[in-house]
């Protein structure tokens, strides 16, 4: 190897993602809190998908809002135990969205993230299992088998409907 040329295989090692998150870009200025939740809900739906894809549960859930004029809030919230189902980190990123949006916002930009990842094996059993995040589970688990089968956009929520007429949101997979 005197001229810089080396003829060993490349060892390529995946790294664990630290954070998984979507954002998009809206077409207009949303004022509408309630608009902004369904936005936010489509976007929490495919980072939690991502999140289960990779078998990674989130301990940390952040989200962005960025004004017409270009200012950004952003707030994030400890969760309880680590999680990857797409209604508690919802219900997380809903109290978050009401601590940043005063009425009148003209909202331009909305962003959800997981941070502070762990492995789902790695995580620890409690005692006090709650049986609502099971049976979550074992819906979300359901609605992925079948995007993995016939493809993302399969099967949708009727939340969902109204909104990919308005708002194209970019899948990351």
Do not use: C, W
């Not at 004029?69 to 797409?86: A, Y």
């Not at 916002?105 to 049986?131: C, P």
């Amino acid at each position: 190897m005197l001229t810089g040329i080396d003829n060993s295989e490349v060892v390529y090692k995946k790294e664990r993602p630290k954070s998984i998150g979507n954002s998009v870009t809206l077409p207009n200025d949303v004022r509408s809190k309630e608009k902004l939740e369904e936005v936010l809900f489509a976007l929490t739906e495919q980072v939690t998908y991502r999140l289960r894809k990779e078998k990674l549960l989130a301990t940390v859930v952040n989200v962005q809002l960025r004004t017409k004029d270009f200012v950004d809030f952003s707030h994030q919230k400890k969760l309880e135990t680590p999680i990857s189902n797409t209604k508690e980190i919802f219900a997380a990123a809903k109290i978050l969205l009401n601590e940043m949006f005063k009425t009148g916002m003209a909202i331009r930009l909305v962003g959800v993230r997981a941070d502070n990842l762990v492995e789902k094996n790695e995580l620890q059993l409690s005692l006090f299992n709650n049986n609502d995040n099971e049976k979550q589970d074992k819906i979300d688990n359901a609605v992925d088998k079948l995007k993995e089968k016939y493809g993302y956009d399969f099967i949708t929520r009727a939340s969902n409907l109204n909104l990919e007429k308005d708002v194209k949101i970019r899948r990351k997979d």
